[in-house]
């Protein structure tokens, strides 16, 4: 599942209209900024390149939404983002503000090699821990086995 060509910046606008519209089940231009809390025309510049490439359906002044293609990058990287804010903050024990942070920078630079490591690792060692996160979270539990190849079904 690796991505190609894609920066951090527009993994985060993926991964910010896949939450938006988790939320709100419609993406406006201003709900981006809001999110992300930039300027309307960083997200317009943003959008134009994202459709370009394949990753949403953009209209000017009309609703966002996500390719398959974008909503596969989005989703692995919110489960990235989940997951490893799972792990720093459950079993680390990090404040939830340190563990956010870590999150949101790492989800962007593990490797997939590294992430399926990790998942496999707390789903050997910690799965009643982690069965009781993804009850009570947002994840597609799709991408989650999609990575944790080795995982039996958990009952989230």
């Known amino acids: 599942m690796q991505k190609k060509n894609i920066?951090?910046?527009q993994e985060d606008y993926l991964e910010a209209i896949l939450r938006i519209?988790?939320?709100k089940k419609g993406v406006r231009t201003k709900d981006i900024a809001n999110k992300l809390d930039v300027k309307n025309s960083s997200v317009t510049s943003a959008l134009k390149h994202l459709?370009?490439?394949g990753y949403i359906?953009?209209?000017p002044y009309g609703i966002i939404s996500l390719t398959e293609k974008g909503e596969t990058i989005a989703n692995t990287i919110w489960l990235r983002h989940q997951i490893m804010y799972f792990f720093f903050h459950d079993i680390l024990l990090l404040s939830d503000i340190e563990s956010k942070n870590i999150a949101c920078s790492f989800e962007h630079s593990f490797t997939d090699?590294?992430?399926?490591k990790m998942l496999n690792y707390l789903h050997e060692n910690h799965t009643n821990e982690l069965e009781a996160y993804l009850k009570n979270s947002d994840i597609d539990k799709k991408y989650f086995y999609l990575y944790c190849k080795?995982?039996?079904e958990l009952d989230a």
Do not use: D, H, K
């Open 21 to 23: 519209f988790n939320e």
């Open 7 to 9: 920066t951090m910046s």
């Open 51 to 53: 459709s370009v490439e």
């Open 57 to 59: 359906n953009y209209e």
């Open 113 to 116: 090699n590294a992430f399926e």
């Open 150 to 152: 080795n995982c039996r």
